[in-house]
């Protein structure tokens, strides 16, 4: 028997009926593990060196983000990425998490679009490292809307960028401490702030 599962339908003990070198033949027996869908989390965050953006994949795969995008901002390097190479991660990160659910990698977008169609519910947990002491109280914000979490590149965002989001209503700037933490270690922080007071945690 084999474990499998697609990210949706949960976790299945299944028996190889058949085994060729280019496919095979998996016959699902019984259900292992029910899907559990993460609550409704987004990352959205600015891609930065290969290996660093790899991380941030697999970290919020485990770390139970519902959906990942990267964008490109005024001081984002990258100009492409390969999504089916983060989505593969985010694959890898599941399995190796016991989850069910597979969060999806969308396409590089530039951040100014994405927030030109924001769903109307949705909050934003921008995350500034220039905004030292505004400590955000996510419980005293919370009215059961869904959140994204906003991290900017390695140079941070740009002052028009700085401006136009703190101009949004939807969106609550954040510190997430007085150091200046690498993109990768702020994107795990934000997640882990998040679902503490507001995910799976509660
Ligand atoms: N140069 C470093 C690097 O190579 O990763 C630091 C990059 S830091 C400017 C990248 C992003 O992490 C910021 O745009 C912000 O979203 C987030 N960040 C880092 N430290 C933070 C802090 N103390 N509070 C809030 N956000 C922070």
Redesign the pocket.
């Known amino acids: 028997m084999v474990a499998v599962f697609d990210g949706k339908n949960g976790e299945w003990q299944a028996e190889v009926a058949e085994a060729g070198k280019r496919k095979g033949i998996l016959v699902c027996v019984e259900e292992s593990a029910p899907q559990m869908d993460p609550p409704d989390l987004w990352l959205l965050f600015?891609p930065?060196k290969k290996a660093r953006t790899d991380f941030i994949v697999e970290k919020a795969a485990e770390m139970g983000a519902r959906r990942i995008v990267p964008v490109q901002t005024d001081f984002t390097n990258s100009e492409r990425i390969r999504q089916d190479r983060l989505q593969a991660h985010a694959v890898e990160a599941a399995e190796q998490c016991g989850g069910t659910y597979v969060p999806e990698v969308a396409d590089l977008e530039k951040l100014e679009s994405m927030l030109a169609n924001w769903p109307e519910d949705r909050k934003l947990m921008f995350?500034?490292?220039a905004?030292?002491g505004n400590q955000l109280f996510l419980d005293q914000t919370d009215d059961g809307s869904p959140w994204a979490i906003?991290?900017?590149?390695?140079?941070?965002?740009s002052d028009a960028e700085r401006a136009r989001l703190k101009s949004l209503p939807f969106a609550h700037v954040?510190?997430?401490?007085?150091?200046?933490?690498?993109?990768?270690?702020?994107a795990v922080a934000?997640m882990t702030l998040w679902q503490q007071t507001l995910g799976d945690w509660r």
């Open positions: 600015a930065i995350c500034d490292e905004e030292a906003l991290i900017g590149p390695e140079g941070g965002f954040v510190s997430l401490g007085p150091r200046i933490l690498r993109a990768d270690t702020a934000a």
